[in-house]
C-alpha cells in the first residue's frame, strides 16, 4: 500500500494555469475518485503523480518520499490508461510477463506473477490468445492485469472504462471493485462519469477549473453539497436550482420566496442571512412530492409538465416553473397517473429536503 500527500501543487503550461494550489491525502489502501467536466485538471493531476508530466510548484510525497524529482519507474506504481496499449503480436501471457522480463526476475517468479494476476482477473483460459481475440473488456483486463503483475503499493487509473459500452463498464466497476479488497491497494481512479465516481470511490475529489471544490465519501457529497457546483454535477438528474429571496430568517429556520411568489420554509440550521438576501434554493428530483401523497399543507406549487421520461421503475417528470428558464426534475413512481406535456401538477418541497446556497454559491446551514 502507498500514501500519497499532494501539498499546494500547480501546474502551467506558459501563461495558462491548469491546477492551482491543490491541497490532498489519499491514505493508505482507499480507493479515492478524481471526477469533474473535461479540461478541469484531473488527468493532468494524475500524470504528475505517476511522474509523466513535471510540477510546477508544490510536493508531491508518496510513502512519506518527497517524490517531486524521483524518476516514473521508481515511483512504486503502476497506471492503466484509457487506451489499452497491448503489444499486438504478443499473447495475453506476453503482455502481461513483459515488463517483468525487463527486471532481474526468473521465468518461474514471472510464470508464478502472471499466472496470480491472471486467477485474479479470472482470465487464465486467455492467456495464450493474442489482443485481436479480445473483446474490449478482456483487453482492459489484460492492461489491468499488466499492473497487477508488477505488485505496486499504488494503481493509477486513467478513465480506463471509456471505451467500452454500458452494460460492460457496470461489469468492470463491479470487478474493479473487487479487485480493491482483494489488493489492498491504494486506488486513484480519474473519471468524468458521476455513476462511476459514485460507486467506485470510497473518497471523490470533485474537481472544477483546476481546484478541488469539495472531498468526501459519495453520499456526504451527494446529500452535502459544499457550494452549487458540486450539487449540480453530481446527481442525475442533477439538483433542481431556483432562485429566492429571504424573507425571514429564525436561526435553524428560513422563509425564502421564489420568483413567481410562492413561500418556501427551509430547515436551514446556522446562518447569517438577512431579509432580502438573494440565494438559490436546491432540492434533488427524488425529495419532491405529489402535493395529494404529503400530509404537509406548506411549500406547495404549481408546475406545467413539459415532457416526461419513462425509466421503468420511475418516470422523470421536467416541469416548467413560473419565473424560471430551466426545467423542473420531479422523480415519481412509475404508475404515477396523469403525467403528460401540459398537464397541470401540484407538488410539495419538504423543508428538511432543501438546500440553500448564498449569492456566491457555498451551502448555508451545514
Do not use: W
Amino acid at each position: 500500500m502507498a500514501e500519497v500527500r499532494l501539498q499546494r501543487i500547480s501546474k502551467s503550461y506558459g501563461n495558462n494555469q491548469v491546477l492551482q494550489g491543490i491541497d490532498l491525502h489519499v491514505r493508505n489502501g482507499e480507493f479515492m475518485v478524481f471526477v469533474g467536466p473535461s479540461g478541469c485538471g484531473k488527468s493532468t493531476l494524475l500524470r504528475m503523480i505517476a511522474g509523466l508530466e513535471d510540477i510546477s510548484a508544490g510536493e508531491l510525497h508518496i510513502d512519506n518520499q518527497l517524490a517531486n524529482d524521483i524518476p516514473p519507474a521508481k515511483r512504486g506504481l503502476a497506471m492503466v490508461f484509457q487506451s489499452y496499449a497491448l503489444y499486438p503480436h504478443m499473447t495475453v501471457y506476453e503482455n502481461m510477463a513483459f515488463s517483468l522480463s525487463l527486471t532481474s526476475m526468473s521465468k518461474a517468479e514471472i510464470d508464478s506473477a502472471v499466472q496470480h494476476a491472471a486467477s485474479i482477473l479470472q482470465m487464465t483460459h486467455l492467456l495464450q490468445r493474442k489482443p485481436r481475440d479480445l473483446s474490449g473488456g478482456q483487453r482492459q483486463r489484460v492492461a489491468i492485469g499488466r499492473a497487477i503483475v508488477r505488485k505496486p503499493g499504488l494503481f493509477l487509473f486513467d478513465e480506463p472504462l471509456s471505451n467500452l459500452d454500458a452494460s460492460l463498464r457496470v461489469q468492470m466497476r463491479i470487478e474493479l471493485s473487487k479487485l480493491h479488497r482483494e489488493l489492498a491497494a491504494t486506488m486513484i481512479y480519474v473519471t468524468h462519469d458521476q455513476v462511476e465516481a459514485m460507486t467506485l470511490g470510497q473518497r471523490i475529489a470533485v474537481f472544477n477549473g483546476g481546484k478541488i471544490e469539495q472531498v468526501g465519501a459519495p453520499l456526504e457529497l451527494y446529500d452535502k453539497p459544499a457550494n452549487l457546483f458540486v450539487a449540480g454535477f453530481l446527481g442525475s438528474p442533477k439538483m433542481n436550482i431556483v432562485k429566492a429571496k429571504v424573507l425571514r430568517n429564525l436561526g435553524n429556520e428560513a422563509e425564502l420566496q421564489l420568483a413567481a411568489g410562492t413561500h418556501i420554509n427551509v430547515q436551514l440550521g446556522t446562518s447569517n442571512l438577512q431579509t432580502g438576501d438573494e440565494v438559490s434554493l436546491g432540492i434533488r428530483a427524488e425529495h419532491i412530492l405529489l402535493a395529494s401523497q404529503s400530509t404537509e399543507h406548506s411549500n406547495q406549487l404549481e408546475v406545467c409538465i413539459s415532457f416526461v421520461e419513462h425509466l421503468g421503475d420511475a418516470a422523470i417528470v421536467y416541469a416548467i416553473l413560473a419565473g424560471e428558464e430551466n426545467l423542473f426534475a420531479i422523480k415519481l413512481p412509475a404508475d404515477t397517473s396523469d403525467l403528460y406535456a401540459g398537464a397541470d401538477l401540484c407538488i410539495q418541497l419538504p423543508g428538511q429536503r432543501c438546500h440553500v446556497f448564498d449569492r456566491n454559491g457555498v451551502a448555508l446551514g451545514q
